[in-house]
């Protein structure tokens, strides 16, 4: 005898038409032997028909009947109670002088003594998962085709066993999610979480309202029969059900059976008498309306069959689907396996993984699924990336408290502050407190600055090509021994010299810093292409960030090679902004597109760079610049208006 069940309700979708709802009714322990759960899941899609009456009678019928005569099996009490739900079904139709049947989907369910009984009509379906198995228990119990007028017509039973989860939809499941991941959801949770995780992936593409109810069996049982798996087939479990409803003609057989139906007409009518048969009456109409009725009758069966035809041609679409996902699901755990060893293959396998989810996707079917699938990949790259998605950064200074219309260009170190600055703006951040703007200059447009260590001052590189030097207390503009400086897109400062990346004339230019001015410009890049390079970094090396996401490695002005290890499995390309120092280890690269940070490490031994984490920040817009505090263990980020700070 069952003991315990846990049993969950939930509505899946958003627009309801008409009444739909799910009654249940816990075992009567005071029946011992004789108790029983009772379910009806019903959905009347109709504004015409008071839905909300007539399932409540249809379940108080149940409730009642089925413990009227306890003598009885459980089978004929069950048969007898749909019964009387039927005729309440006809009174009501006569009633109202509406049709129930196109109307309704339902499931009346009934388990007594280890025993499932089932009767359903419409679209409503059940399901059995079994240890991370499902077996679709309604298939066939109601065929749209029959001449039934009853809106249970035939009733399927079969064993139960605890740890079994009972699934009653009042709409096709299978529309929206395959087999295999209606199975994983309610084997690897409990019942509530399981209907919770099913309506987060049927929601997708669900529009009308579903009901769904979800019966676990978490109790002991008598030594009565149970179902049992299938061992050899391993997916699919075969319950002892019963179906009433036998013998499914193939297209052919319709064809043949139609066509000798005809023929057998034919002769009737040639050969019966206008008097003394009823086919006569139908000579009497005339050989042209006989012929009509024939032909339209024709026209209706041909197409009945090609809709079942057609619907025959879905179903094996989605079985196909269901197989491509199944591929998917392979090929994700094989790259999670080859990923501790073989990144590159394992980056293979989920791009492999994702053209098929996509595949499916696009089909219009089983996009729940899908979708899972693809955020899966995505997670399983983020682990092989080290990506950590940061959600704690901190606010540090807030420009826009100071100026309203400021936009943020970049960022430097200055003494004991931090300073931030725009086209014409420069802002003192000291102790998280940000200073009056200063203004750089009233009518220079400032591109690019950097800390110049040598001199213990800041410089700013302007778009007319000049610089201008700030030590605290006033801003100099300064002079070069050629008249005027380069134009360039960026300006770094190292040793006793200032480093101008110019790629309009594929070079990098340097001058030294001179008692009060500055050296004519040397051109320092011998062979390497920097027309697209968009940012630059010194540490003893010269590196350049290329704008489709390419590094350039310079030594006395030549290019090196070197490799990148373990390259992260995402694009980089929008990358703008590369970022390092001499005492540091790592090497930085600002995705400013993707709102992340990636870190490579330097190699002391080969001079290659290792690929070792990426940090994701989701809530800041438009990164434009970042500096990285050693000693602090600290990361900078600079918005259009604001500087936040994330530790490490």
Request: aromatic share 10%.
């Amino acid at each position: 005898m069952l003991k315990k069940t846990d049993y969950k309700h939930i509505f899946i979708g958003n627009e309801r038409i008409g009444f739909s709802k799910c009654y249940h009714h816990e075992l009567d322990e005071d029946l011992a032997e004789d108790g029983a759960q009772l379910i009806l899941n019903i959905e009347i899609k109709s504004t015409q028909i008071p839905g909300e009456e007539i399932a409540n009678e249809l379940f108080e019928i149940l409730s009642n009947s089925f413990f009227q005569d306890l003598e009885k099996d459980p089978y004929t009490r069950f048969e007898e109670s749909l019964k009387m739900m039927n005729d309440l079904i006809l009174e009501k139709e006569s009633e109202l002088k509406v049709k129930f049947l196109a109307n309704i989907n339902v499931i009346a369910a009934v388990v007594a003594k280890d025993t499932l009984y089932i009767s359903q009509h419409g679209d409503a379906e059940a399901y059995l998962v079994r240890k991370r198995h499902v077996s679709l228990l309604t298939d066939g119990l109601h065929d749209s085709k029959t001449t039934s007028k009853e809106v249970f017509a035939n009733i399927a039973n079969g064993g139960v066993a605890s740890g079994d989860r009972l699934v009653y939809s009042t709409s096709r499941l299978y529309r929206y999610i395959t087999k295999m991941d209606l199975a994983k959801v309610f084997s690897d949770n409990s019942v509530a979480e399981g209907l919770s995780e099913l309506s987060n992936l049927v929601s997708i593409d669900a529009s009308e309202m579903m009901s769904v109810c979800a019966v676990g069996i978490v109790g002991r049982l008598s030594d009565g029969p149970i179902a049992h798996l299938n061992e050899k087939k391993g997916r699919k479990m075969k319950l002892p059900f019963a179906d009433k409803f036998a013998g499914k003609f193939s297209d052919n057989k319709i064809v043949n059976y139609l066509t000798t139906k005809l023929n057998d007409l034919r002769f009737w009518l040639n050969k019966g008498s206008s008097k003394d048969t009823v086919l006569g009456e139908w000579r009497r109409l005339g050989r042209d309306k006989v012929l009509m009725a024939l032909i339209l009758v024709i026209v209706v069966l041909v197409v009945g069959i090609y809709m079942v035809r057609n619907q025959g041609q879905k179903q094996k679409y989605i079985e196909d689907l269901e197989t491509t996902l199944e591929q998917v699901s392979e090929k994700v755990n094989e790259a999670e396996t080859k990923g501790t060893y073989d990144k590159d293959r394992a980056a293979e396998l989920l791009t492999e993984a994702e053209a098929l989810a996509m595949d499916v996707l696009s089909s219009g079917y089983l996009r729940g699924s899908a979708s899972q699938y693809l955020n899966a990949i995505e997670e399983e790259r983020d682990y092989l990336d080290n990506v950590i998605r940061v959600e704690d950064v901190s606010l540090f200074a807030d420009l826009f408290s100071k100026r309203s219309t400021v936009s943020a260009l970049g960022m430097v170190p200055y003494q004991e502050s931090l300073y931030a600055y725009e086209y014409n703006g420069l802002y003192e951040i000291m102790l998280g407190e940000v200073l009056d703007p200063l203004t750089i200059s009233d009518d220079e447009v400032v591109v690019a600055g950097g800390y110049f260590e040598d001199q213990d001052n800041m410089v700013f590189l302007t778009d007319d090509g000049n610089v201008i030097e700030y030590d605290g207390v006033i801003f100099d503009f300064m002079d070069t021994l050629d008249g005027v400086f380069h134009e360039g897109v960026s300006v770094v400062p190292y040793s006793s010299r200032i480093y101008m990346l110019d790629p309009d004339s594929n070079q990098i230019w340097k001058y030294y810093r001179q008692r009060d001015s500055y050296s004519s410009a040397e051109g320092f890049n011998v062979d390497a292409d920097l027309s697209d390079a968009v940012s630059m970094a010194i540490d003893g090396y010269v590196w350049v960030l290329n704008s489709d996401g390419t590094i350039v490695k310079l030594m006395s002005g030549a290019k090196e090679n070197f490799q990148i290890q373990r390259e992260p499995l995402t694009d980089y390309s929008g990358a703008t902004k590369i970022y390092t120092a001499f005492e540091s280890s790592q090497l930085y690269l600002l995705d400013s597109a993707n709102s992340r940070v990636l870190v490579f490490n330097k190699d002391a031994n080969t001079g290659n760079l290792v690929y070792s984490t990426q940090y994701v920040f989701d809530e800041l817009d438009e990164i434009r610049d970042i500096y990285v505090a050693q000693d602090e263990s600290r990361m900078y980020l600079l918005t259009e208006d604001s500087v936040y700070y994330y530790s490490y």
